[in-house]
């Protein structure tokens, strides 16, 4: 098993970009939607073939072991060259969940599973009542023998309706003094009667976000990962590399670049005006990425990231955002239609970029909610 | 009243109920309202007495865009009111389309502008010659289920207005998907058989003024739209309960509330205002700058209250399933129908210094 | 005596217009300060001999007793001349305090010397710990014998070292069970060893604001204004025309037309990104003007004016300030220099502009009181 | 360490209160302190050792900014590391002069820019011939308390870089009092006596690589400034109350308070990075870009976080009395020196299309 701790960084990119160019489908590069499995199968096989389906996990658990500034080299190439994140949930959550808090059986058992792609994870967090306030969450699961049993809903599940398993946060304590109190970690099956996935369209007609219903389904109490009633705790720690990887620049990255050649093909650089806002907005993205910088060295150094890393998120998704409305505003008299706009022998789809935008500064925790965090835990305001 | 008698016609309809199940069957309007609309002399709001309309003038014109805008209804009225009528009753207003169009048994799509080899506007080309069009026009707005095209072409004698029938030879329509489920047409014409209406300086002049008229409709389109938008949101914050509280109960919430009311309140003031000195000018180019002022700010007022409206919303915003997104995608094209914003200030600096240097 | 009500608006303006231009020093016009009393007292002589020094008073009172319609007019043109509105904290504050809510022997007394400017007036509303939070404000007014006793400290009390008398919100009630209760209206002399005047010299180095500090000063209980302990309704009551007077356009269009002449001057208008902010801000203060004037029909057709009219201020105050912060820009490497800069045949300070319009967001209940108000007051938010 | 040492100078010295006392004087700098910055070393950072400094590039005179914006000192380092000794080191570094800058017994403004007849920056026209310097110069940082003054003029041989004494017969100085205190200079020369130090293409060279460096060294100032006025007001809305409660518990103004923040970070860590890739590339246009996205940056934070300062301060932020004002006016002079950022915009994007058109 090769050590890639070992490498320098140089070596360690040019492998990984060495695999990715050639290996990776073109015709999956930079994909707009969200990919259903069975889209980007033959991807994975060829990844989990590699031994590099899941570059954070442990070697003994089957992951590539890669350290914090690895692991940044590794996404940073994956990025570059537009490489699908698959369907990662089971890799990015489920798996460090397991592997911190799971029983050995659990990891014995589901581990080689998400390797495969054998099970296909969903997240179980949102529900009508509880987004920004997510600790309000009513889904109910109740012992009853050996089971737990589901009752409630859960809404914003990303690709559900292609999901084999989910898992959830779940009250298992409806009592509890504090409503963080009296959360669990549960895993359960998808396949089964008292489960209903009913997908969501967008505003911009995509449906990859679906609402699941829970009817008296089921799931063996050797599902609960970590001790009962300790969910909440156990989400927030998940939290850490999540939270710089939300602030990264690269969907703010590669909307500019998009923005500059439509810009170009178009004539929007003639404009004085575009030009100077055009200016203001790639260097928000440059400064950013400086500052983006300063976290990913924290985490090289092996040094645990602050609340403040919040902030990344914030300017970066904002920065998206505009960059999406300057494309609309470089569209001119096209900016209200939908589909990719051919200017020379670019594509650019003006519209898709734009909606994509929109809801980065709700999900994720809102912007609104960053705020108050940083507010508080950095700034040390009170109230 | 015409306010009121618009909106009491379009909420009986259904509002924006209506208009989301119209984007849901194929994104084009009803032929009924069409008629209810025109009985109710919508159509003919600007049009002379004399020509069987209102005579009301262009302010009046924006009460009624307003309403349009509020339940971002798909049917063609500021097309019709303002171009193709704008046209019309300025060149010929004889003709006996003026009658169709103000009665609403016709609908006419306008065609002027042309897209260049960058994929932007370009300097005109089509020909009109021997009876026939050659050529292509591009961003014709109502387009599909239009009946015809005024077309504005070059000429031998100088530039014309025809008439091509929407079933004429050699006429393609090529259809271009619009956010908020309309379409876009790209008209080409090979020897399209059409009529000529009008031709000489008058047309461009006639063209100039109609494009102002319906620049200046479309800004007050943008009002109502806001408007609702932000009443729709408005009402939202105040049901939807986060951290046991309504969110409309947060300050950062509040005050960004108030930052959107306070710009719909000036965008409504200033658009009308725009119309209202509009209707007493008869120089096309202070029309024009006039125009610009108007759209310049509905379209500013209404891309930050959609947006920042989806914001508020939070997660379902962000769904079909809530009306916000249709106004949110009627913005969208709105905006970039005729000019957005920052085109608009550009124009608007642009006259203003124009009437100063000739003072 | 004149029925100006009686006349047209055109007819009306045109002799205040015809006035003011044949009557107002030319030295005196659009004056960068505020000025002591002395530096206009040769103005305010013919405009009280011409019987105009309080527009909006009744005419039994010495006023003019205009009605909303020609006031508007009236303040229009001063504006549009560049008079200057005088020391008229008294004919604007105090007069109408005293016709509304004064005795027959106050009105008798004072009304005469606020006219002829034998008094001069300050306001004492604002004290260290109370700003924003104005019920708050703890200057007691205790009752000995036929006087009050007055300590405690005002600030903010502009121009108190040029004036005669301050009329104060003082607490006379201190146990009433909620701030606002228990504040009183009450008329003093300056000229008295209990009060001392400090002037506070701002970030521009302008001396109009003042501390005044009050150690047992003392004033004759005949000076109450309205029923003891009744000050904070009177107070509130006062404000209906105040309020569409600070959001009035005057301030943003004087500072747009030097802006122009300045960026004209300059050259400035040669950048299309300039023009393009120059025009942003122009169209700014037009729609504020055509809303402004949906509220002046209003007063005109004689209706109160509800909260909503706080909007103005909101929007004309940060319009201001970006026009200002524009003549910066444009200033381009003069923009730090103080004191008129020379273009062509004009002057602009710069500068001066820039600080005048920063405390306008502060002043008159600073933007952020503004938009609480107008969330819970006008859209109905709750909490 | 270079960050404590700088820090702990101007602490002990007073720190902006200091700053405040030289304001209220005569709006010069302390000549003591220019003294204890030349032991440190601070004038020498960017000047190889060869030649008396401590050779370490711009990032770590960036380094030193922060800490003079910091407490808003008056003395000239931007200018004498920037531009003084910019310019020397570039070419003449073994002239004598070089050796009092970095040792702090004299001090030098560079003059360079024209003030035209609209009164903004025009063409050059300052000659020197025969010894003598003949015209005037603009915008001259530093010139009162100033020994000398660098000149670039144009003579016979092309452009040159002379020294004029501070005290040269023919030289008249004219005082612009800006916002923090300090002035700026006009200078006038008739026949002024000047020594010549350099000429040819290599004055123009070194005149765009200097106040590169400048302006990057100008950009770090703001930075440090920035992030002493939002510590200033962090702390005082923790302490402020209003409504019973301190006005940092608002929502609305912890929101606020968070976005300057956010907008402090991003201007450190972009100008810091601007500054070390300048240390690590020798291309003169490129470097001028780099400091064009350091100072767009950091006027642009500046801005907004000084005036935001005293919004959040309320009535006392207006006052002279808090320290806040102080950052105000002298984040104006900062930022009108060597261009504001929509300034460095148009030069950054001008300086990245060459490069792109280059490749």
Known sequence: ??????????????????????????????????????????????????????????????????????????YEEQQRWGVNRGRDMGIQMVGPLIIKFGTQEQKDYWLPRILSCEDIWCQGYSEPGAGSDLANLRTRADIEGDEFVINGQKIWTTMAHDATHIFMLVRTDPDAPKKQQGISFLLAPMDQP????????????????????????????????????????????????????????????????QLESFARGRGAFDDPVFRDRFAQAALDVEDHAALYGRFADQLKRGETLGADVSMLKIWVTECFQRITELMIEAAGPDGGTIGPLQVGNVNVDVLASFYKARPTTIYGGSNEIQRNILSKAVLGLPG | ????????????????????????????????????????????????????????????????????????????????????????????????????????????????????????????TCRYADGKLTGSKAWVVGAVGADGFLVVADSD?????????????????????????????????????????????????????????????????????????????????????QFDKPIGSFQVIQHRAVDLHVMREVAQAGVREALAQMDSEADPKIRARLASRAKARAVRAAKKITRDSIQLHGAVGYTDEFDIGLYLNRALVLSAWLGDDAYHRRMWFDAREEEGAAQ
């Open chain 2, 1 to 124: 009243m015409l306010r009121e008698s618009a909106r009491t016609l379009f909420e009986r309809a259904g509002g924006s109920g209506r208009s989301r199940k119209l984007r849901d069957a194929d994104g084009g309007w009803d032929a009924d309202m069409i008629r209810e609309l025109a009985e109710a002399g919508v159509f003919g709001v600007t049009v002379p007495e004399d020509n069987g309309g209102l005579g009301m003038g262009l302010a009046a014109g924006g009460v009624i865009a307003e309403e349009v805008g509020r339940v971002i209804a798909p049917e063609p009225v500021v097309v019709t009111v303002g171009l193709s009528l704008g046209l019309l009753r300025r060149l010929c207003p004889d003709h006996a389309k003026m009658e169709q169009l103000v009665g609403g048994t016709t609908v006419l799509a306008v065609a002027w502008q042309e897209r260049g080899p960058n994929g932007g506007p370009a300097e005109a």
């Open chain 1, 1 to 74: 098993m090769t050590d890639w701790n070992a490498m320098s960084d140089a070596e360690f990119r040019k492998e990984v970009r060495g695999f990715f160019e050639a290996e990776y489908p073109e015709e999956l590069r930079h994909l707009p939607h969200r990919p259903k499995f069975a889209e980007i199968e033959h991807w994975h096989v060829k990844l989990h073939a590699k031994g590099w389906v899941a570059p954070a996990w442990p070697a003994e658990f089957g992951g590539m072991g890669l350290n914090a500034a690895k692991l940044l080299i590794f």
């Open chain 1, 194 to 257: 008292g489960v209903e996935v009913r997908t969501i369209t967008t505003l911009s007609g995509e449906t990859e976000f679906c609402e699941v219903f829970f009817d008296n389904a089921r799931t063996p109490k050797a599902n609960l990962v970590g001790e009962l009633n300790k969910g909440w705790t156990m989400a927030k720690a998940l939290l850490s590399f999540e939270r710089i990887f939300i602030g990264s620049p690269s969907l703010a990255q590669n909307a500019l670049g």
């Open chain 2, 157 to 241: 004698a100088g530039p014309v207005l025809v008439l091509a029938e929407a079933k004429a030879s050699g006429l393609s329509l090529e259809k271009s998907p619009q956010a908020d489920g309309s379409a876009m047409g790209e008209l080409s014409f090979s020897g399209t058989p059409a009529e000529q209406l009008a031709d000489g300086a008058a047309v461009q002049d006639a063209l100039a003024d109609a494009v102002s008229d319906a620049t200046a409709l479309a800004a007050a389109e943008l009002v109502g739209l806001s408007d609702r938008a932000f009443e729709i949101t408005l009402d939202y914050i105040k049901t939807r309960e």
